[in-house]
Nanobody
Framework: QVQLVESGGGLVQAGGSLRLSCVVS????????MGWYRQAPGKQRELVAR???????NYGESAKGRFTVSRDSAKNTVYLQMNSLELEDTGVYYC??????????????WGQGTQVTVSS
């Protein structure tokens, strides 16, 4: 199957930066888009940033201008550089990969999540 392992979360002061990483492993044939979602307490999971295998990106409104998503396809790794962090960025960040596994067409796989806490 497919495993996604996130790293890089933690506690940071407002205005600071963090870089998240997510490595995808397993028996997949191909990965299409990869990206990050987050879930704040009491809220639904929302898109932070996503990048497809052609390098095109899209961002959630709150991430535009502050966060940058990138990927190293050779390493099956996606990154999220987060700058100018705000209190509202606090939440659990989930890695997502859209992958083709065996005879199954592309479907979404998720990591366990990494906590990001922004303090004042």
């Amino acid at each position: 199957q497919v495993q996604l392992v996130e790293s890089g979360g933690g506690l940071v002061q407002a205005g600071g930066s963090l870089r998240l990483s997510c490595v995808v492993s397993g028996t997949f044939s191909r990965i299409n888009a990869m990206g990050w979602y987050r879930q704040a307490p009491g809220k639904q999971r929302e898109l932070v940033a996503r990048i497809n295998n052609g390098g095109s990106t899209n961002y959630g409104e709150s991430a535009k201008g502050r966060f940058t998503v990138s990927r190293d396809s050779a390493k099956n790794t996606v990154y999220l550089q987060m700058n100018s962090l705000e209190l509202e960025d606090t939440g659990v960040y989930y890695c997502n990969a859209n992958a083709w596994v065996g005879s199954r067409p592309f479907q979404d796989y998720w990591g366990q999540g990494t906590q990001v806490t922004v303090s004042s």
